[in-house]
């Protein structure tokens, strides 16, 4: 059974970074065959992904957060994680880290999700 | 990116009624479509990939059809489990989009 669980602070102050970590059980992330994402979830933007990274360390960024967020992967720990710099207000979210299956050729689609985790950007 | 509009917002329905859910991308992407169900407080959870291939598990009274532009999730016999909010998601183009959401409430 897949499970994805979320990690961190729950609360950040505005310009600091924002440091999440995901532990995946009942899957490999050294598998060839899956990405590992970061999704948020607010009342003002809806679902919004964030970006995903391959077993390689291959990365996929939004452009609208392409220049404050990283990835890593750590196979040996079988989890990943993720970094959002200079936070304000507007990064309040509930994260999610989810798995991306290949279903074919060049696809791959959301499959798993974490239970997700609430960040509060506050002073 | 691509926009992806749903609709209802909101749609009012009793158990044993047949409902529609439309998603329409604001480019074509194929029939590289997910419908996700999410309930109060939990992850959202995986039904339909391709836009018609049921996920592993999801009951067969859920159906999804469409390709590029416009798409629709059905569900014949709405029973009490399937109050909740239904999204739409492509992921024909990074970063994947999301529709708004369609709550689906008891009348």
């Known amino acids: 059974q897949v499970q994805l669980q979320e990690s961190g602070p729950g609360l950040v102050k505005p310009s600091q970074t924002l440091s999440l970590t995901c532990t995946v059980s009942?899957?490999?992330?050294?598998?060839?065959?899956?990405?590992w994402s970061w999704i948020r979830q607010s009342a003002g933007k809806g679902l919004e992904s964030i970006g995903r990274i391959y077993t390689t360390g291959r990365t996929d960024y939004n452009p609208s957060l392409k220049s404050r967020v990283s990835m890593s992967v750590d196979t040996s720990k079988n989890e990943f994680s993720l970094k959002l710099t200079s936070v304000t207000a507007a990064d309040t979210a509930m994260y999610y880290c989810a798995r991306e299956v290949k279903g074919g050729i060049a696809e791959y689609y959301i499959d798993y999700w974490g239970q997700g985790t609430l960040v509060t950007v506050s002073s | 990116d691509v926009q992806m509009t749903q609709s209802p917002s909101t749609v009012s329905a009793s158990v044993g009624d047949r409902l529609n859910i439309t998603c329409r991308a604001s480019h074509p992407i194929s029939r590289w479509l997910a419908w996700h169900q999410q309930k109060p407080g939990k992850a959202p959870k995986l039904l339909m990939y391709?836009?018609?291939s049921l996920e592993s598990g999801v009951p067969s009274r859920f159906s999804g059809s469409g390709s590029g532009t416009e798409f629709t999730l059905s569900i014949i016999s709405l029973q009490p489990d399937d109050f909740a909010m239904y999204y739409c998601q492509q992921y024909n183009n990074y970063p994947w989009t999301f529709g708004r959401g369609t709550k689906v409430e008891i009348k």
């Open positions: 009942g899957a490999s992330t050294s598998s060839g065959n899956h990405y």
């Open positions: 391709k836009a018609s």
